[in-house]
T-cell receptor, first 116, second 111 residues
Framework: GAGVSQSPSNKVTEKGKDVELRCDPISGHTALYWYRQSLGQGLEFLIYFQGNSAPDKSGLPSDRFSAERTGGSVSTLTIQRTQQEDSAVYLC??????????????FGSGTQLSVL | GENVEQHPSTLSVQEGDSAVIKCTYSDSASNYFPWYKQELGKRPQLIIDIRSNVGEKKDQRIAVTLNKTAKHFSLHITETQPEDSAVYFCAALPNDYKLSFGAGTTVTVRA
């Protein structure tokens, strides 16, 4: 596709269930980022991938959160035993490289997660 | 890690007036400062960015200034129009690839 694609666009789940969010970056983009946007808040960094490796997992809120990226392309963010405070919009972004000088991030439209 | 603070959180301006949003950052190693615009229900999109070796950059009605000594940077929108209504996020990139965002400013342009 032409842009970053995320699925599902909306997810309603019950507290305690596991959820999996998917991100399909722009073809050829080597860097991939996950951010979380809570209502009225800024963009909270979760994790960054360069290729398939994740040199920085420091933003993951707890050990219930994990992410992987296979084939240097699609990434999945998994939240186990969801809690109500996990409710937020989860945004994925990709960029051509991870240049020290900064690269433009292309964001997906996000997954709105609601934990009941 | 980098800490970015953004002010004001909300801003209401009359159409045609100017809007200014200010951000401060904590990590002196930060060298890249982008601004993203997020319209209601849409994804954030880059509108302008500035690098540490430049003090000011302008693109039509939008300009950004950077003061590295004071560690602050600002977004200026002149001749505001209704389509400028959105949430604006500043960000700073230190040398750890982790682009840190401010909390956002909701700009409303009154017709």
């Amino acid at each position: 596709g032409a842009g970053v694609s995320q699925s599902p666009s909306n997810k309603v789940t019950e507290k305690g269930k596991d959820v999996e969010l998917r991100c399909d970056p722009i073809s050829g983009h080597t860097a991939l980022y996950w951010y979380r946007q809570s209502l009225g808040q800024g963009l909270e960094f979760l994790i960054y991938f360069q290729g398939n490796s994740a040199p920085d997992k420091s933003g993951l809120p707890s050990d219930r959160f994990s992410a992987e990226r296979t084939g240097g392309s699609v990434s999945t963010l998994t939240i186990q035993r969801t809690q109500q405070e996990d409710s937020a919009v989860y945004l994925c972004a990709s960029s051509k490289t991870d240049s020290w000088m900064g690269e433009k991030l292309f964001f997906g439209s996000g997954t709105q997660l609601s934990v009941l | 890690g980098e800490n970015v603070e953004q002010h004001p959180s909300t801003l209401s301006v009359q159409e045609g007036d100017s809007a200014v949003i200010k951000c401060t950052y904590s990590d002196s190693a930060s060298n890249y400062f982008p601004w993203y615009k997020q319209e209601l229900g849409k994804r954030p999109q880059l509108i302008i960015d500035i690098r540490s070796n430049v003090g000011e950059k302008k693109d039509q009605r939008i300009a950004v200034t950077l003061n590295k000594t004071a560690k602050h940077f600002s977004l200026h929108i002149t001749e505001t129009q209704p389509e400028d209504s959105a949430v604006y996020f500043c960000a700073a990139l230190p040398n750890d690839y982790k682009l840190s965002f401010g909390a956002g400013t909701t700009v409303t342009v009154r017709a």
